[in-house]
């Protein structure tokens, strides 16, 4: 069972552009929704997260929308660089008190951004 | 402290053989993981320790799949007679008070 869906497989964007990519869970004891960038030969680097409570945070370019009663949530990278060219994932952990916050991860988009 | 440190970066090894990761994770983390990721998918959730104890194991983990964490530092990885479905990246991450985790750059493994 795929707890966290994750779309586009893959997406081509013009510098400048913007990127857009979706992630839907079904555990609703999901309660942190991070998103991890990832360079090939390297780990996973945490670009911006976000709990429930709100339904959007930016971070300079980058942008979560959160849409709890869809249990849906999304990733927005404006103005979007050659240098974001990277694969990006979507995850989800339980919270509170006595969660391992164990991360299940979406399956990943690959992002080409074209100068 | 730079980060999460992970050794090797590279393994080849024969299918049978026994293999060992070391990571060393944030020196004020007390939370620690291990994930493996095979190409094209999201990392998976492998093993968690708490300081030195391993509080939870996944069940992708076989029996063939070791983890400790002596004395709540570093960490290690052990996989026993290996099979080409072993082949993987493995990471391991750690974390502190926060939500946030901090992922090493891993030790991807190639059985041959």
């Known amino acids: 069972q795929q707890q966290v869906k994750q779309s586009p497989q893959s997406l081509i964007v013009q510098k400048g552009g913007i990127s857009i990519i979706n992630c839907a869970y079904e555990?609703?004891?999901?309660?942190?929704f991070p998103w991890y960038q990832q360079f090939p030969g390297k780990g996973p680097a945490l670009l911006i997260a976000?709990?429930?409570?709100?339904s959007e945070k930016k971070e300079g370019r980058f942008t979560i929308s959160f849409n709890k009663s869809a249990k849906q949530f999304s990733l927005h990278i404006m103005d979007s660089q050659p240098g974001d060219s990277a694969t990006y994932f979507c995850a989800a952990s339980p919270g509170g008190g006595g969660s391992n916050y164990k991360l299940t991860f979406g399956k990943g988009t690959l992002l080409t951004v074209n100068p | 402290d730079t980060g999460v440190s992970q050794d090797p970066r590279h393994k080849i090894t024969k299918r049978g053989q026994n293999v060992t990761f070391r990571c060393d994770p944030i020196s004020e983390h007390n939370r620690l993981y291990w994930y493996r990721q095979t190409l094209g998918q999201g990392p998976e959730f492998l093993t968690y320790f708490q300081n030195e104890a391993q509080l939870e194991k996944s069940r992708l983990l076989s029996d063939r799949f070791s983890a400790e964490r002596p004395k709540g530092s570093f960490s290690t990885l052990e996989i026993q007679r290996t099979e080409q479905g072993d082949s993987a990246m493995y990471l391991c991450a750690s974390r502190g008070t926060d939500y946030g985790y901090t992922f090493g750059s891993g030790t991807r493994l190639t059985v041959v």
């Open positions: 555990n609703t004891a999901f309660d942190y």
């Open positions: 976000i709990r429930p409570d709100v």
